[in-house]
């Protein structure tokens, strides 16, 4: 077998390119049918299809306020009088209905009866054991929740394909719905390839180093909702690396493999691939990460292939793998991390060339200002500039060195709580 070889262009695509490239050319859901799940077990699941609403939600007028509901729909006057006839609480309504007239105490979240129309809140009547008179001057709110504040009966609760949060299975659980239908995860196969690569842990020879891609991913994908099924580690050998890549097409949805996508003379998986399959797209024009690979195993099974530097990897699994990962899973849309503008807060040194994706800490400046901090080496090679960093400043492939107070976008390594 020879070497590889170099069809490509020079520069590679650009980072918005080459998602939309293969976003575009993914199925949207896995063929693996669907899992029916209780609602507790939903959490960062992408949910299959419409959920509608089988009720009005809460189904009843409720009070906003603890007060008195009284048997009238127009705003009363200080003065005004009613007899008390009952009370009404949560989960324990008043039995009867209301007339002009008549009051009853009320407390929050609990239902009215026919005939009240309007709450008082109970800081502005004088209260008898038999009557109530208004002291204050009523608002213009009634205070009253409608039935179907929450929904009614049919509306659409959740479209399809959302990844499911917390408001959401709150929202689902308080309109009755107990168990939703959820995609499969996709099954993620990882090789990680190099004829220097030994465990952490063992005695280091001359030349080795220990392996630590499929560390850094595993977790970094656990932290995004997905987990690695199947794993090999294999040397730069093109018998053992086909293999390796056969075994896991059979046995995962999704190929991801590090190292040995380059033009090196022991850069075997692209070829390999090409063989096997096909490589739809190689090189990316980006820093760090330009030895990027997207393409096929077989007819179907997607590839991913990630650059064999530690930072590299990290950096365009988060860019190219997670969104493919949300698109495989069937959701609709898939989640990046938000943009702001912040403030260099020290001079970056960089010459003018590929456009740069750099680590940094997000600070809040003395006068309220979003600044961020570049900690040390930004080389590929060095996971020390990952840790702590919860941004990714994008930097223009034409800019030069860059002064403190230099205004940048940068995408925020922060994730929504609801």
């Known amino acids: 077998m020879s070497g590889p070889a170099e069809p490509y262009g020079r520069e590679g695509l650009p980072l918005d390119q080459a998602r939309q490239r293969l976003l575009t050319a993914l199925p949207s859901g896995l063929h693996r049918g669907e899992e029916t799940l209780p609602l507790a077990d939903c959490l960062g699941r ?16 409720a009070s906003i306020m603890d007060g008195y509901a009284l048997g009238q729909d127009h705003q009363p006057q200080v003065g005004d009088q009613w007899s008390l006839k009952g009370r009404s609480a949560a ?18 979240g609990a239902p009215l009866p026919p005939g009240a129309d309007w709450v008082l809140p109970q800081e502005m009547v004088e209260a008898s054991p038999e009557a109530i008179t208004l002291a ?11 039935a179907d504040e929450e929904c009614r009966s049919g509306d ?19 309109c009755g719905v107990a168990t939703l239908k959820v995609r499969p995860k996709p099954r993620i196969g990882l090789l990680v390839s190099g004829d220097e690569l030994i465990p952490p842990g063992e005695p280091r020879p ?11 991913l595993e977790a970094m994908l656990e932290q995004l909702g997905y ?15 086909r293999h390796a890549l056969r075994d896991l097409s ?19 998986i692209r070829p390999l691939v090409a063989e096997l399959g096909e490589v739809n797209f190689w090189k990316l024009f980006l820093k760090p990460g330009r030895p990027f690979a997207f393409g096929w195993i077989g007819d179907h099974v997607p590839f991913f292939g990630l650059p064999g530097n530690p930072v590299a990897a990290a950096i365009t699994a988060l860019q190219l793998l997670w969104p493919a990962l949300q698109r495989l899973e069937g959701q609709q849309t898939p989640e990046f991390f938000p943009r702001i503008q912040v403030e260099l807060g020290d001079r970056y040194q960089r010459r003018p060339g590929r456009p740069e994706l750099a680590r940094a800490r997000l600070e809040i400046t003395n006068e309220g200002r979003i600044c961020a901090r570049i900690d040390g080496s930004q080389a590929s090679s060095r996971i020390g500039s990952l840790q702590g960093a919860d941004l990714l400043l994008e930097i223009p492939a034409e800019a030069g060195p860059l002064e403190a107070g230099s205004q940048l976008w940068a995408q925020m390594l922060r994730r929504s709580l609801f």
């Not at 324990?92 to 009853?104: N, T």
């Not at 659409?156 to 308080?174: E, F, I, M």
């Not at 987990?227 to 690396?241: C, F, G, N, T």
Request: glycine letters at 12%; one cysteine or more; aromatic letters at 4%.
């Open 46 to 61: 992408v949910n299959c299809s419409i959920v509608k609403a089988t009720a009005a939600v809460p189904g009843f007028r």
């Open 227 to 241: 987990s690695i099924q199947h794993k090999r580690v294999a040397p730069d050998q093109p018998e053992a690396l």
């Open 206 to 216: 001359e030349g080795a180093i220990w392996e630590s891609n499929s560390t850094l």
């Open 91 to 108: 989960g324990s309504p008043f039995p009867g209905a209301l007339k002009p007239g008549e009051a009853i105490r009320i407390l929050t």
């Open 136 to 146: 204050r001057d009523a608002s213009s709110s009634p205070w009253i929740r409608a």
């Open 156 to 174: 659409s609760l959740l479209p399809a394909g959302v990844r499911l949060g917390a408001a959401d299975l709150g929202r689902l659980a308080g």
């Open 250 to 268: 059979t046995l995962c949805d999704v190929v991801v493999t590090t190292g040995g996508v380059s033009a090196g003379d022991s850069d075997w």
